[in-house]
Structures are given as structure tokens and as C-alpha cells.
């Protein structure tokens, strides 16, 4: 599920350990006493070199896990991130936390996917049960016990190298190694992700216009329009914003109809004005359900006065995305408790139903079952395409 929901600025500080970074004299004497921390369930090992204090890593969300691991991954073996784990680092917002990391790799015989040991590395069972167990109190961040999943590492994928239109795998080979290709590459400094320290400075990603392309080309529309509604707009970590003619120097890469059908499909519909990842979802599960498509953003005067912007409007029937976020959050970006802000939304819905709207109120998991989301739909009076 989309997690990617929090700012930099309001993440707790983790840091990665990173044998590299010690002086040279006295790396083998920390390696050593870092591995026998791990063998004692006092640390646990992401990489190779690159070790964290287990509550950093057991209390993390899934979009933060990934990050960590991504920033071990840049410490320990300098590769080229691509698709969602370059997207991440550039602080794209996802539909879902991508479930393997994904590498560039030139050499055909490396390409394919690698699951490494558990972050516990060769502790026994248990010192591992006592590690859940002194850690438990963190289930709560994490919405379910900790379990034996929660230490398993993020599995590596390692891709083929991306080829333009007219260049086969070998001829790509022989051209990079003659210096007449150049892999598309791009360094980027990390300090998009303040919250993580300790890491290298930079990682080596696919440049942000390519790796949008290369990804959507390969997503369902949901997943597109978060990925491209976000990047147009600008909503994204590293602050940068693209537009349409940006990516046409990266389209001989559609070297298939379907991944050119994809992309052409996802940028007919992309639409900036979407002010969320959910809101961009819910747009492209509405046409994929055969709805209407929906007027974003429209504003509505309340029968007190007050005017208010619903997210979707048709005729008689508004549809707002509720993340959530905004309740948690709602007291460090206003001084209002959750319980205030849950209680002024009652009373904002209250006062569009007396405008004698139908009112769809949607959830994240509407999106993840896009059966629910059709029954409430329906049931608000949403009109139907077909």
C-alpha cells in the first residue's frame, strides 16, 4: 500500500552503520564487533558493511524500509537504481512500496532476481524470537505483530540493461564497452531524504524523466497516474517538476505496442490537478469501473456559508478520498487534535448532505479492492460511462 505520505521533516532520524566509513586502521576491529552484535540480535545487517539498530528498522513503515535499504544498498555496492527504487530515491510518490529492489545490470549473466539471507544473519532461532519479542511494543507502527517477515531482507532484481529502439542486448554490450553508449545515468545527492544519515551522499539512479517513463510503461493506469499526476505537478521530494516534452527523448525505449500503448494512455489521461496519490488512484479505478469521469476539485458552498473543494464532483454526487494522514498529522500542521479534525469532516460531510448530495467517502482500502469501491459508488448515485 502507498506510504509515502509523510515528510522528510517529520521523520524521526535514522542512521546507517556503515563499516566503510570507519577509518581504515580500525574497520576489521568494528566489522567484527558489529557482526557479533547481529549474531546477538543487538543489530541487523542490510548489506554487506551496513548494519542498523533493529527499532529503527522493526518501528518503519514499508516506504521507509525501503529507503533504508536502498541507502545500504548504495553504501555497500554502488549500483544503478531503476524503475521504483529509482523513483523512490527521487522521492516519487507510489501506489503501492515496491517489493524488490531493481538494478541496471549490463552483464547479461547477472540479470535476474537474488533473495539474501535474513537481516539476523546466522543468529539462532532464538536470539531471534527474544529480538521480536523485546520489540514488540513497535507492532503498533506497524499495524500487526512483528513476525519473521518483519527480517527478511528486500529481494534484489537486477535488470537488463534498457534498450533503445534499433539496438539489440549484444550490440549494447559491445557498444558500452566501446564507449559509443552511455547507459542513461544520473547522480543524485540523498539529501532529499534528510531523516536518513549515514549513507553515502549520493546514488546513482536513472535520470527522474526516464525512470517515469520506463516504470508507467509497465503500470497499470492506477499506478501510472500517481507516478505521472505527481511529477507534473511537481509533488515530489526532490522538487522537481517535468513536463510532457521532457520525456520524448526517452521514447525509442518503448521498443514494444504494449509499452507504447501504456504510456500513451497514461499521459492522455495524467492530470496534475489531482492533490494526492489517492485522489490519482481513485480517478483511474473510476474510469477502469466505467464511471463518469468526475470534475476534481470543485468547490461547494455549505449551507453555513463556508465554501469547501470536494475532490470528485458529478451532477448530485461528490466523492472524497480520506487517507487519514490528515488526522494524524493534523495536530503538527495546525494544532488541531485527530479528534477535532474527524469531528470537522463529520460536520463538512453533514453539510453536503444537506445540500441533498449523494457523498461517497473513500478509503484506502476501496482502492486496494476495487469491488468495494464500485458498490460505493454506486450506492452514492455515481453515473455510469457504461
Known sequence: MFTHT?????RDPVRLLCVA????????HRSNRWSSAVRRGEMLRLAHGVYIEPGHWLSAPSWDRHLMALGA????????????????LWGVPLLRTPG??????TRRGRVGRRRAGPLTGTADAAVVARLLADHQELAGARGRPLSGRDLQPIPLRRLGAALPEGVGREDLQVRV???????????LGLGVHPWLQGGPESADVEPLAFAVLDTVAESSLAEAAVILDAVLAGRITSERTLALDDFVEWEPYLRTHRRR???????????PAAESPGESAVRALIRELGFHAPELQREVVLPDGRRVRVDFAWEGVVAEFDGMVKYWRSQELSGVSPMEA????KHREDGLRALGLGVARIIWEDILRPERLRRKLLQAGVPRAR
Open 177 to 187: 564497452r566501446r564507449g559509443e553508449h552511455a547507459v542513461p545515468r544520473e547522480p
Open 261 to 271: 500503448a501504456r504510456w500513451a494512455r497514461a499521459v492522455e489521461f495524467a492530470d
Open 73 to 88: 544498498m548504495a553504501a555497500a555496492a554502488s549500483p544503478l537504481f531503476c524503475r521504483g527504487s529509482a523513483l523512490a
Open 6 to 10: 509523510v515528510t522528510s521533516a517529520s
Open 100 to 105: 524488490e529492489i531493481t538494478v541496471r545490470e
Open 21 to 28: 566509513d570507519v577509518p581504515r586502521e580500525d574497520r576489521a
Open 342 to 345: 474527524l469531528e470537522a469532516e
